[in-house]
């Protein structure tokens, strides 16, 4: 296998051709995308990470695009990871984005890379967390993560950023009880755009009358603030938001719970998911699994069983003695 080091190199010296083919190295999970993932982690996680979500067409792209604005006259180079979820269908959408951050497309300071909600394995979350990484290790100091709030995958993939802002339209079916409540939750931030039209103080009023009726969530402290992103209309005021709240997390002992969580659980993914990969390919033979589904659907095998029979196949190693802290063993 080539090193990767030339390329790692070429990465940290901030060259975006480097940082294509490294996360093209990536997604296809190869051997040398993983050899980029271990030399750089030492150099990852001091890019401001933001997530934005919301429903459809509530302007979370072209608010993205001023907000990417602010971050350039202020000198920092800036990512964005368009999570796409329709794009396993379409690259309709994908277009879409890429159009209206057009005024940003021949700025080498930033870096705009779509991607499929599916077909990743370990799924989007970690492809994207991963992609986080590549980005910050080029120096990309500000990266926005966008997504349609519309389900699970979606909401994982926003909590790997430090401030998640919600942007909800005016006039969403008139009722606010349809926006999802798990969309809400993780609301650092309530971004209410497209205030230039009918039923944006309503839907102010009424979202902070709901946040109040939550007070053991973090989310009824989350500031609202209002933003034409056509016109550019409270974009300051944003970034002003951005900023405090960045200050704010940066201040208190939880970010460091909160990293410490999330490198838990990105370990214990990648713990699983080779684990998986392992004993399905020692333990179950081709078509296996399909003879096994077949027998269950006729009744012939019950699936605990059948589970526990392939499991029983799987042979660990003698079980390590616990290793004291020091490293010595007792
Ligand atoms: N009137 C008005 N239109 C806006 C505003 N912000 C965005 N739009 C328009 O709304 C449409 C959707 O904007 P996008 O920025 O693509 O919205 P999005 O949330 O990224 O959309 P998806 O990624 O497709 O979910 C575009 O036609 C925008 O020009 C606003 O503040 N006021
Ligand atoms: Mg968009």
Aim: charged letters at 30%; aromatic letters at 4%.
């Amino acid at each position: 296998m080539a090193s990767v080091q030339p390329l790692v190199r070429q990465l940290f010296s901030g060259d975006p051709r480097a940082l294509a083919r490294s996360i093209s190295l990536v997604e296809e999970e190869s051997t040398q995308g993983r050899a980029i993932l271990k030399a750089i982690y030492p150099r990852t996680g001091r890019a401001l990470v933001l997530g934005i979500t919301g429903p459809p067409g509530a302007g979370k792209s072209s608010l993205v695009s001023r907000m990417v604005g602010g971050w350039r006259k202020r000198g920092e180079k800036v990512g964005i990871i368009a999570v796409d979820p329709s794009s396993a269908f379409s690259g309709g959408a994908i277009l879409g984005d890429r159009i209206r951050m057009q005024e940003h497309c021949l700025d080498p300071g930033v870096f705009i890379r779509s991607m499929a909600t599916r077909g990743h394995f370990g799924g989007v979350s970690r492809a994207c967390r991963d992609v986080v990484d590549l980005l910050d290790a080029g120096g990309y100091r500000v990266i926005f993560i966008e997504t349609v709030g519309v389900g699970q995958d979606e909401v994982e993939v926003v909590q790997i950023a430090d401030l998640v802002l919600v942007v909800l339209p005016p006039g969403l079916g008139d009722d606010i009880q349809t926006i999802k409540a798990g969309i809400l939750e993780i609301a650092d931030l309530f971004v209410i755009n497209k205030a230039d039209r009918e039923g944006a103080d309503r839907l102010a009023s009424e979202l902070s009358a709901m946040l109040a009726l939550s007070p053991d969530h973090g989310m009824a402290k989350s500031p609202i603030l209002k933003t034409v992103a056509t016109t550019g209309q409270g974009i300051p005021e944003l970034m002003q938001a951005v900023d405090q709240g960045r200050r704010q997390k940066g201040r208190t002992a939880s970010r460091e719970e909160r990293e410490k969580e999330r490198s838990r659980e990105r370990f214990l993914e990648l713990f699983r998911e080779g684990l998986y990969r392992r004993a399905r390919e020692a333990c179950l033979a081709r078509d296996e699994v399909e003879a096994i589904a077949e027998d269950l659907a006729t009744r012939r095998r019950d699936p605990y069983s059948a589970a526990e029979e392939v499991l029983g196949r799987v042979r660990f190693a003698e079980p390590r003695r616990r290793v004291p802290s020091n490293g010595r063993r007792r």
